[in-house]
């Protein structure tokens, strides 16, 4: 079928298919079981990485609660009314700054559009709760409307603009993480209000009283925000009069509230705006990322308009391609429409409505089977780690925010297909140990005519980097080894390496094991394999089993600033950078002297030269009279991490084995 015929067949579909907002389909129960299991979302600018929220991953738990209730699935009531209520906590609702975590704020500003359509769960509500609400989403709408308003003082001098806290992470023309959070922002406190009282609400605006108010209802996220530029005066935020002059008579590139539809349609078009491939450079990617793992030559709607953009975009460092950064487009933007549906303002007649189905149908197709076969992102001017079901459905909510589409927007839309289970979990997930069964080659790529790398020995031990993916016959993984080469085998030709292998730290709990008592000078190297970023795990040495930080004398540390570290005395230092990255596996050399006190660390990523990371460091503090080493120690606070492949060299001694730990011999 042509795309001409594609875009007519679904004009059709649209222009018969009017589902009322009441008649919006609910998430699958299962979607709606693992949203009730997710933790609470909270709001505060204490968060780290400047999302203000600890709901940047998970997110999208309280949307699908909201839209099961709406559907009249019960079972989401309940987890949904303390959602809602923790929101309304003083000092967990949204910092309300109109820039860079309104998309995350779109998690509680699109729960309560949806929640204010659903009376059984409205009904709920105290006076004082839905008073909170409305300031909630006034803040939001007012700061969002700021930010991407034409009259905007930093928009109209083309010069670095601000949020409402002076934040300067920010512009209304940046990628769709952006851009769907700050105008979503407005449109959704439209959905909430309705039109007339939005504009109403924007144009006799008044700082000073709606300060006091927020003040005076205990709302100390978004008091903070309002009040900022008057607690600290030669702060870059805006005064109180110039957020009065930007907000009214509000525009956004011309189109005032009454042409909602065409402001949402500048996102969709920018969402949705890529046409489909494989990653970057025509599917080839750059030094192995930026591109889809498997399943290239079966990708539907290549070439075809309504890829995500943050598939086929660039940031300060050039080129991007992440599915980490699309989905975070994705979110927004399905809250987004949501919001416009529920509260009655989605026209499926119109050409915005029917354009939105044809690119979202593409878009979000090419989402879930990028998902599916794996995609190694490209941000930053460096790889990211492997997103796929095992590595990243759990921590991201895959199971409710795609459902969101399967099952409800889909079929809302009248597109067939609707819910569709995700694959079986593959038989190892992203860093999983494995032990070669078979001697077997070991190839470039996942293919028999591929060039050979080298040849794994029987009983040669690596860790899985993604897979599996079929050709010629074969499942094909690719695998890491120990010996540092890289590249693809046979399914056939491994098995899962026992437990006593290697250290797998998870649920904040100590792992130790004994080793030969060292008391002169000797050399241990291990590989590290980090969960994710910023993450806070270390390996080390200790004189005897560990279970607290001062027991433990020499450390290499994934550091939560994201960097590897190590400890010198009395802190963490490292005697160069080298930021780490979730999923890769790094090899660390360290050469201790008991009897000084003292070690050096390197640290070599895959394909690169050892960094050093200490050089003479003292041992920690609390062990400056150890005498022997005996132990080696591994504990994740934040994340989690394995420790493999340990090689314990003594002073002119052979290699020897940790107890319990089986050594790898390297080349």
Known sequence: MTK????????????????????????SQAAVDAAIAAPLISFNRSFSGGAHTNGAFFGGASIALAVAAHGGNTSADGRLLEQIRWTLTAGKEPTAN???????????????????????????????????????????????????????PYVKANTQEYALDGDDNLNRDWNPN?????????????????????????????????????????????????????????????????????????????????????IYEALLKDTYGQKVNAGLNDGAGIGGAGKIVS??????????????????????????????????????HMTNQLS??????????????????SRMNIGNTDLWYKAEKGYIGYAKGKAQALVDYPSYGGSRGFAYNRSLWDDVLKPFHGLPGGSEPPPDPPAFSGGARIEITAATNV??????????????????????????????????????????????????????????????????????????????????????????????AFTGLSSTSASAFGGVAAVVRFAPTG?????????????????????????????????????????TPPGSAAVVIANNYAFRSEQASATSLANIAAYAQVGSHVTSAIVLQGGGMPPSAPTGLRVIERP
């Open 340 to 357: 416009l549906i529920v509260a009655g303002y989605w026209d499926p007649s119109s050409t915005t409505a029917i354009l939105a189905v």
């Open 563 to 603: 960097v590897v570290d190590a400890r010198n005395g009395g802190s963490y230092q490292a005697a160069n950078e080298l930021p780490y990255q979730a999923g890769v596996v790094y090899k660390v050399q360290m050469t201790i002297n008991v009897a000084a006190r003292t070690y050096s660390a390197t640290v």
């Open 98 to 152: 109109g820039g860079y975590p309104a998309q995350h704020e779109r998690h509680a500003t699109g729960m309560f559009v949806i929640v204010k359509n659903t009376p059984r769960i409205w009904n709920q509500l105290t006076a004082t709760e839905k008073t909170r609400i409305d300031l909630i989403m006034k803040a939001t709408l007012v700061a969002n409307a700021f930010t991407t308003s034409d009259n905007n």
């Open 178 to 262: 952006y851009r769907e959070g700050m105008i979503g922002g407005v449109l959704t406190g439209m959905a909430y209000f309705g039109t007339a009282n939005a504009k109403t609400i924007l144009a006799d605006y008044n700082h000073a009283s709606f300060v006091a108010e927020l003040n005076a209802n205990d709302l100390p996220n978004i008091y903070e925000t309002f009040n900022w530029k008057t607690a600290n005066p030669t702060s870059k935020a805006p005064s109180g009069s110039t957020i009065e002059a930007a907000v009214d008579s509000y525009k956004y590139y011309g189109n005032s509230l009454d042409s909602y539809l065409k």
């Open 4 to 27: 001409e015929l594609v875009s007519k067949a679904l004009a059709g579909i649209c222009a018969v298919y009017s589902l009322s907002a009441a008649e919006l389909p609910g998430p």
């Open 295 to 332: 399943g290239a030559d079966t990708l539907p709607n290549k070439g075809v308009t309504g890829m995500l953009k943050e598939f086929d975009s660039s940031d300060a460092n050039g080129k991007r391609s992440s599915f980490i950064y699309a989905f975070d487009g994705y979110r927004p």
């Open 443 to 536: 190839r470039a790529e996942a293919s028999a005519n591929a060039p050979l790398v080298s040849n794994a020995a029987d009983g040669a031990f690596g860790s899985i980097m993604s897979g599996p993916t079929s050709a010629d016959g074969i499942e094909w993984w690719q695998v890491y080894f120990d010996n540092g080469a890289t590249g693809w085998i046979d399914g056939a030709d491994f098995a899962g390496a026992p437990a006593s292998e290697y250290m797998a730290t998870t649920g904040a709990a100590w792992l130790n094991k004994a080793i030969a008592a060292q008391t002169g000078t000797f050399t241990i190297s291990f590989n590290m394999r980090p969960s994710a970023t910023n993450i806070d």
